[in-house]
């Protein structure tokens, strides 16, 4: 009996090894953290001039190098090809809102829904299910739109998309309609809202947003339109979501050149770090700012070697104490580079580039240690057991929890093996390994 638990154990474990996929470059994808899971929504491949329906994810609670991370991707697409939108998790309901972008039909480029119809749609991670969210809401949904950046308040469940740009084409005419609005969406209502008007800037795209602890938006860059050109990182533009009104605040320390198309992350002690970007002459490290001090106070950390390549259109996510850097674009003389899936990863505690990751809450977990009574002190009224006894009953115990621990996992890698065979048989790639844990 033991021989065949193990022998299906053994079975078990040769058929679960598999293998992690190697992305296509790709540039303008959405991206969000959840449920210890990096999601990848779409994007657009400079190689292949064409946009994805992919969802890639990284599992962030396991170790790995980003030489060779173990990207998977989900058996379920967008119902869309989709770029340049913005993807934003609801924790209270434990979804994935994406609004607006390019959506791209399937087998063509024709735009899906026109270029002004608002489309939100909403992914539920626990059935991996869409849903087209805007045939349902409430409110005046606004027009659609690209380049943008949205923040969501967990605790309320609303979100806060502002500016963005809507092109329309008439032969080979374009036509750019800008925006500088500012849309509010309830996820708990489904209802749309708009805020405050007074003294918001001009239209702006491919700017960062940031929402701090204290309810307010930090705009930092980005291209005004219609003048086509970027804004001062050290002139920032403030929403203060509690009150429904706009600011702007003059940051101070260094003076930062202007840049868009780069990334931002908040950190726990309210530090706003932001990577890359692109001006069209240069492109940029890293430059922090500290929203502790008013007014706010820009200064550029000095990195350890070795410092990667500078990046615009990528996404930044702040795993842990790791600021995640993927994809995007680099701009080169020499037309024949080839653009990479770049992956870098900062260690913000102490600003250094690392290559092995090496997930925090591994670490603290307890050493796995057995606690072992050995008091010799007798209770009246028992016998006293020599110590070949004490081995035959300690053997006994073991054989037993053993043969318990074979049975239930090769009971529970069984189940685990049989779904995944499961879900394998209607996943459109059939090579791909995906992870259902």
């Given at each position: 009996?033991i021989k065949?638990q193990?022998?299906f154990?053994?079975?078990?474990?040769s058929?679960?090894?598999?293998h992690s996929?190697?992305p296509i470059?790709?540039?303008?994808?959405?991206?969000?953290l959840a449920?210890k899971?990096?999601f990848?929504?779409?994007?657009m491949?400079?190689q292949?001039?064409s946009?994805?329906n992919?969802i890639?994810?990284l599992d962030?609670s396991?170790?790995?190098?980003t030489t060779n991370?173990?990207?998977?991707?989900l058996?379920?697409?967008?119902?869309f090809?989709?770029?340049y939108a913005t993807a934003?998790?609801s924790?209270l309901?434990?979804e994935v809102?994406l609004?607006?972008?390019?959506?791209?039909n399937e087998?063509n480029?024709d735009?899906?829904f026109?270029?002004?119809?608002?489309?939100l749609i909403?992914?539920n991670?626990?059935?991996n299910?869409?849903n087209?969210?805007?045939?349902?809401?409430n409110?005046?949904a606004?027009?659609n739109?690209r380049?943008?950046?949205?923040?969501?308040?967990?605790?309320t469940g609303?979100?806060?998309?502002?500016?963005?740009?809507n092109?329309?084409f008439?032969g080979?005419t374009t036509?750019s309609?800008?925006?500088n609005?500012m849309?509010i969406?309830?996820?708990i209502?489904l209802?749309w809202?708009?805020?405050?008007?007074?003294?918001s800037p001009l239209?702006?795209?491919?700017?960062?947003?940031?929402l701090?602890s204290n309810g307010?938006?930090?705009?930092i860059?980005g291209e005004?339109r219609p003048?086509?050109?970027?804004?001062s990182?050290?002139?920032?533009a403030?929403?203060?979501t509690?009150?429904?009104?706009w600011?702007?605040?003059?940051?101070q320390?260094i003076?930062l050149?202007?840049r868009?198309y780069?990334s931002?992350?908040?950190t726990?002690?309210?530090r706003?770090?932001?990577?890359g970007?692109?001006?069209?002459l240069n492109?940029?490290?890293?430059?922090v700012l500290?929203t502790?001090?008013?007014?706010?106070?820009?200064?550029v950390?000095t990195p350890a070697?070795?410092l990667?390549?500078?990046?615009?259109?990528?996404?930044?996510?702040?795993?842990?104490?790791?600021?995640?850097i993927?994809?995007g674009?680099v701009d080169?003389?020499?037309?024949?580079?080839e653009q990479?899936p770049?992956?870098?990863?900062?260690?913000i505690?102490n600003f250094t580039?690392v290559a092995?990751y090496?997930?925090e809450?591994?670490?603290?977990?307890?050493?796995s240690?057995?606690t072992?009574?050995?008091?010799?002190?007798n209770s009246p009224g028992?016998?006293v057991?020599?110590p070949?006894?004490?081995?035959?009953?300690?053997?006994?115990i073991?054989?037993?929890?053993?043969?318990?621990v074979?049975?239930?996992?090769?009971l529970?890698?069984g189940y685990?093996?049989?779904?995944?065979?499961?879900?394998h048989?209607?996943?459109k790639?059939?090579?791909?390994?995906?992870?259902?844990?």
């Amino acid at each position: 009996m033991i021989k065949l638990q193990v022998f299906f154990l053994v079975i078990i474990l040769s058929t679960e090894i598999c293998h992690s996929i190697i992305p296509i470059e790709r540039s303008a994808q959405s991206s969000i953290l959840a449920d210890k899971k990096l999601f990848f929504f779409g994007g657009m491949s400079s190689q292949l001039l064409s946009s994805f329906n992919q969802i890639l994810y990284l599992d962030v609670s396991k170790p790995f190098n980003t030489t060779n991370p173990p990207f998977e991707i989900l058996n379920v697409s967008i119902p869309f090809r989709s770029s340049y939108a913005t993807a934003l998790f609801s924790p209270l309901k434990n979804e994935v809102y994406l609004f607006g972008g390019f959506m791209r039909n399937e087998l063509n480029d024709d735009n899906m829904f026109g270029n002004h119809i608002s489309v939100l749609i909403s992914f539920n991670l626990e059935n991996n299910g869409w849903n087209f969210t805007f045939t349902k809401t409430n409110g005046i949904a606004p027009e659609n739109r690209r380049l943008i950046n949205g923040v969501i308040n967990n605790k309320t469940g609303k979100f806060y998309i502002f500016g963005g740009v809507n092109d329309t084409f008439t032969g080979a005419t374009t036509n750019s309609i800008a925006f500088n609005d500012m849309n509010i969406f309830d996820t708990i209502s489904l209802t749309w809202s708009k805020g405050s008007a007074e003294g918001s800037p001009l239209p702006l795209i491919g700017y960062t947003a940031t929402l701090l602890s204290n309810g307010i938006i930090v705009f930092i860059g980005g291209e005004e339109r219609p003048y086509n050109y970027n804004v001062s990182l050290n002139q920032l533009a403030l929403y203060d979501t509690k009150v429904d009104q706009w600011s702007s605040m003059r940051a101070q320390g260094i003076t930062l050149e202007n840049r868009s198309y780069h990334s931002a992350v908040l950190t726990s002690d309210e530090r706003i770090i932001v990577f890359g970007g692109d001006n069209f002459l240069n492109q940029y490290q890293l430059a922090v700012l500290n929203t502790k001090v008013v007014p706010y106070e820009w200064s550029v950390p000095t990195p350890a070697p070795p410092l990667p390549l500078t990046t615009y259109s990528h996404s930044a996510t702040l795993v842990g104490n790791y600021m995640f850097i993927n994809f995007g674009k680099v701009d080169y003389v020499d037309s024949n580079h080839e653009q990479l899936p770049y992956f870098y990863i900062l260690d913000i505690r102490n600003f250094t580039w690392v290559a092995q990751y090496e997930p925090e809450q591994l670490s603290q977990l307890p050493n796995s240690t057995n606690t072992v009574n050995t008091s010799t002190t007798n209770s009246p009224g028992l016998s006293v057991e020599t110590p070949s006894d004490n081995d035959k009953k300690i053997g006994i115990i073991i054989g037993a929890v053993g043969l318990s621990v074979v049975t239930v996992a090769g009971l529970l890698i069984g189940y685990k093996y049989y779904k995944k065979q499961r879900v394998h048989r209607y996943a459109k790639q059939a090579k791909q390994c995906v992870s259902y844990n």
